[in-house]
């Protein structure tokens, strides 16, 4: 007897009308940061001021550092000898004029001191204070003179990302299944005419029990930080399903 494939598609459609959500929104930058020195010392150095726009890597200030340059000058010259030493010990033990434990001796030290030029290397990387990211600075709290302390860390810079930005936006908790990533945003800035369209690329996962709000968060660009504005988000209910095969 011949089996007979049968493939039912049910196509189930629900054309529901768009909806339009009331939303506010603030304007954050997208990457935000304070920077501060983690190390103890005298501002000696300043190559930013407030509105600089620096590139990841770049060098914001300096602290005093002409003890540890010495320092580690003087460990150069240290590390100098003790590589010769080394090298000379290796070549009497290799000629067994000497033993193994008197070679380790001359081995550590020349590994020690190779350790501690790595340590004031880390020591002096740390006076020296670095743009995190690409991005532009917003305020500057130290002067050339200042004294700062890694125990008591006080902040040197404000840095934001130069132009993206993030819309943090709040809407009813009560829309919270007829939202989705992606659907669109159309606001204006409080004070401006102009309408801007994002879309939705990310929804927390709790609602705010104070004030039972949903927050999301919205792509922009070039607005200033702290704005505030209104809009809607635009969502859809169409559906479609597929269901089943059977087998007879």
């Known amino acids: 007897m011949k089996k007979i494939i049968v493939l ?6 629900t054309n529901a009308q768009a909806k339009e959500i009331y939303a506010t929104f603030t304007v954050y930058a997208k990457q935000g ?21 620096v590139k990841k890597g770049e060098i914001l ?21 003790a590589s010769l030493d080394y090298e000379r010990h ?5 000629k067994k004029l000497i033993d193994k434990s008197m070679l380790d001796k001359y ?26 990211f690409d991005g532009v600075i917003t305020k500057r709290m130290i002067e050339i003179g200042d004294v700062v ?27 919270n299944s007829d939202i989705s990533i992606g659907d669109p945003f159309l606001y204006r800035v409080d004070g401006d005419d102009q309408q801007y369209q994002g879309e939705i690329y990310r ?19 070039d607005l200033k930080v702290g704005l505030f504005g209104e809009g809607k988000i635009i969502t859809s209910d169409d559906r479609h399903h597929l269901a089943k095969e059977s087998q007879e």
């Open 33 to 53: 940061a304070k920077l501060a020195f983690n190390s103890t010392g005298i501002i000696k150095e300043l190559h930013v001021d407030i509105m600089s726009v």
């Open 149 to 175: 302390s890694g125990q008591m860390i006080k902040t040197a810079f404000n840095i934001q990302s130069e132009h993206a930005r993030i819309l943090i936006v709040q809407m009813d908790q009560k829309y």
């Open 107 to 132: 081995a550590m030290a020349y590994e020690a001191i190779k350790a501690k030029i790595e340590i004031e290397k880390t020591h002096f990387a740390k006076t020296i204070l670095r743009a995190p």
């Open 61 to 81: 200030a300096t602290l005093a550092s002409d003890d540890l340059i010495a320092t580690n000058n003087a460990s150069k010259v240290t590390l100098k000898y």
């Open 8 to 13: 039912v598609l049910v196509l189930c459609f």
């Open 203 to 221: 929804i927390y996962p709790e609602a705010n029990s104070n004030n039972r709000k949903i927050s999301l968060q919205v792509i922009a660009k």
């Open 90 to 94: 290796k070549d009497l033990y290799q």
